[in-house]
């Protein structure tokens, strides 16, 4: 029999039974028979597998956004009286959750620089349930020791749950954390049509988690799982020629004296890999000229989304406010470029132009 080429599309939410044993067995959970998509269905889970060969976990659940993982995540460790150590530096909507939600479940949370081992350990209470890392982080670009901290969360028997949204295609997360988060809406989807999260895990938590997505709902739907799963054959090239670009852009602004500080992530020093598409840079200019700097670029899109092949620029001043970034530790001169697959040679030009 031939076979399509391309997957094959199950549009359809519902399903049904040939006779009464199939549904029961279906709806008692004793068969793995799909009834109705909130559930599971046949093309999310291919979806599902395929994610597997990026991020090689005992399980992956795909969700209607990264946040919708996030929470599903969240959800399934945590509960009254527990403590979460939560990188400093991390995702905003995230951060919100510890510092908005959380607190009115009786989840108390320390915002703590996870890249410094000793400063984690010093953190941990008696209610200490899990530490939650982004790795890169998402302004300055740091990866944490994940390693480190795993030996660490071993001795202290803490769950690690990392958000790899930044770093998907390039570090396998699921290696030392027992939760992976990835939003799937940037380097999966690439060409900004489609939202979507995945949640990565050992085994032990796959129960959990599929039973917080059934109740909570923040599904897929097929058609995007379908376009995600093609998208996702294209995505290692893609992510080959973004991560080159950002490495060289990183390379040229560094010995740009206009440039203060630049931060790239880059793994394992004896044979660089370069992780990413993000190069940020801290300018040496007040903040009055800041605005007019980033309105002359003319190669980078001014926004928030990141991902694709379409170069992009967020000054971090744009998204919060001088206090709350200094709060952070982070300079509001700070600027965030994402390079696209336009070449750094290009894109360092446009900089060039726009600081002269
Ligand atoms: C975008 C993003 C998320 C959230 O993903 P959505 O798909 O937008 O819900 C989480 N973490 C990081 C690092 C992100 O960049």
């Not at 995945?198 to 739907?221: H, K």
């Amino acid at each position: 029999m031939s076979k399509p080429l391309k997957l094959p599309i199950y549009r359809s939410t519902n399903f049904t039974f040939h006779d009464f044993n199939d549904m029961q067995a279906a709806l008692y959970g004793d068969s793995k028979d799909y009834f109705y998509a909130r559930d599971g269905h046949p093309t999310v889970e291919n979806l599902e597998k395929k994610l597997l060969s990026f991020e090689p976990a005992d399980f992956s659940f795909v969700f209607a956004s990264g946040m919708a993982a996030i929470s599903a995540g969240l959800l399934s460790v945590l509960g009254e009286g527990d403590h979460v150590i939560v990188q400093e530096e991390v995702y905003g909507p995230t951060r919100l959750l510890f510092e908005e939600y959380f607190p009115s479940f009786g989840v108390t949370s320390s915002f703590v620089d996870v890249t410094n081992l000793t400063a984690v350990e010093k953190a941990i209470k008696a209610e200490t349930e899990l530490v939650y890392v982004e790795t890169p982080s998402p302004f300055t670009n740091k990866l944490c020791n994940l390693e480190g901290l795993r030996k660490m969360a071993d001795n202290y028997e803490l769950t690690i749950m990392a958000d790899n949204s930044a770093g998907f295609g390039f570090l396998q997360a699921s290696r030392f954390a027992d939760l992976v988060a990835v939003s799937l809406s940037k380097y999966p989807a690439g060409d900004s049509q489609i939202l979507g999260g995945a949640l990565f895990g050992n085994e032990m938590w796959r129960e959990p988690v599929e039973m917080e997505r059934s109740t909570f709902g923040g599904v897929m739907m097929p058609w995007d799982a379908k376009h995600l799963y093609d998208e996702l054959m294209e995505m290692p090239e893609r992510l080959s020629h973004i991560a080159h670009n950002a490495y060289n852009l990183q390379e040229l602004l560094k010995v740009d004296e206009r440039v203060k500080n630049v931060y790239y992530p880059v793994m394992d020093s004896s044979k660089p890999s370069p992780v990413g598409g993000f190069v940020t840079a801290e300018f040496d200019m007040s903040l009055s000229d800041l605005p007019m700097f980033v309105d002359k670029l003319e190669l980078f899109k001014k926004g928030v989304f990141w991902g694709g092949t379409t170069p992009v620029v967020t000054p971090l001043l744009a998204s919060y406010r001088v206090d709350v970034l200094k709060s952070w530790g982070l300079s509001p001169n700070l600027v965030r470029f994402y390079t696209g697959d336009v070449n750094a040679e290009e894109l360092y030009q446009d900089i060039s132009k726009a600081l002269s």
